[in-house]
C-alpha cells in the first residue's frame, strides 16, 4: 500500500524555538512530536513530559503539518492551531513549534536536517497506535523502508490504551534498539482531540483536557462548536 506524498523539498519552519533546546542547551537529542493538534491537549504535554523526563530528551519539537497524511482537518484552521500550539508550550523550556510542508516521518526528518546541526540526534515520539500501524503497513519495499527510517533516526513508543509490545515480525528485529518504549500516566489515556471536540458539541467543559489559555483560545474564538 502507498501512502500521500506531497510534492515539492520538505521545508520545516520554526514558529517557537525552544528557550533551552538543541541549539540554545548544546544536547543534540531531538524529539519529534507530529499531528494535526486539532486541538493540542493536555495529553500531548503529559506525553512530552514523559519523554524527556525518562529519556533524555533535550528538546522536543511540536510539529504540524500544513497538510497530515491520512486526515481531514475540520473546525480549526492551520493557523489556529498553530497559535493554540504555540500558547500550549509557551512555558515549556525545552518545547519549540514548527510547520512543515509535510507530513510522513521521512520527509520531516529531511526538513529538519535543513534546520538543527548535523551532530542531532532524531527520535520521533507516538502513540502505540500509531507505531502498530507504521511497523506493520504494507509498504511496497517493507525492507527498504524500515532500513530507511531507522537508519535515519529512532522511534519512542509511548503506552496508549495498551502498553506497547514489539510487533512479531522478523523484519524487525535489526531495529529492536531504535524503537524504544515509554509508560505515560494512564490517567492521561482518555484525554484525546477528539474528547474535546465531542465536550465542545455537546455544551461540556473542556478545563480537564486543554491548557487554560488553549480553552480560553477555543472560547474566545468559538471554535469546534459547529
Known amino acids: ?31 519529534i512530536l507530529g499531528g494535526a493538534y486539532n486541538p493540542i491537549t493536555l ?25 497530515p497524511p491520512h486526515k481531514t482537518i475540520f473546525g480549526a484552521s492551520l493557523e489556529q492551531r498553530l497559535e493554540m500550539m504555540q500558547l500550549a508550550v509557551a512555558d515549556i523550556p525545552y518545547a519549540s513549534v514548527g510547520l512543515s510542508t509535510h507530513g510522513l516521518f521521512i520527509d520531516i526528518y529531511r526538513a529538519v536536517c535543513e534546520v538543527y546541526p548535523p551532530s542531532t540526534e532524531v527520535f520521533f515520539l507516538t502513540g502505540r497506535d500509531a507505531a502498530e500501524r507504521i511497523l506493520t503497513w504494507d509498504y511496497d519495499d517493507t525492507e527498504s523502508v524500515l532500513h530507511q527510517m531507522f537508519t535515519a533516526f529512532q522511534f519512542i513508543v509511548c503506552d496508549r490504551d495498551g502498553v506497547f509490545e514489539m510487533p512479531d515480525d522478523p523484519r524487525l528485529q535489526p531495529y529492536h534498539d531504535r524503537i524504544h518504549r515509554c509508560a505515560v500516566d494512564l490517567n492521561a489515556d482518555h484525554i484525546s482531540s477528539t474528547a474535546v471536540r465531542q465536550r465542545l458539541q455537546q455544551g461540556s467543559s473542556i478545563d480537564d483536557l486543554v491548557p487554560s489559555a488553549v480553552a480560553d483560545y477555543i472560547r474566545t474564538h468559538g471554535l469546534y462548536t459547529d
Open 43 to 67: 495529553g500531548h504535554l503529559a506525553l512530552v513530559d514523559a519523554v524527556v523526563q525518562t529519556l533524555d530528551i533535550h528538546e522536543v519539537l511540536f510539529c504540524l503539518p500544513e497538510v
Open 1 to 31: 500500500m502507498d501512502h500521500p506524498t506531497t510534492p515539492g523539498l520538505p521545508r520545516l519552519h520554526l514558529t517557537l524555538a525552544a528557550p533551552r533546546g538543541v541549539t540554545a542547551h548544546g544536547g543534540h537529542r531531538l524529539g
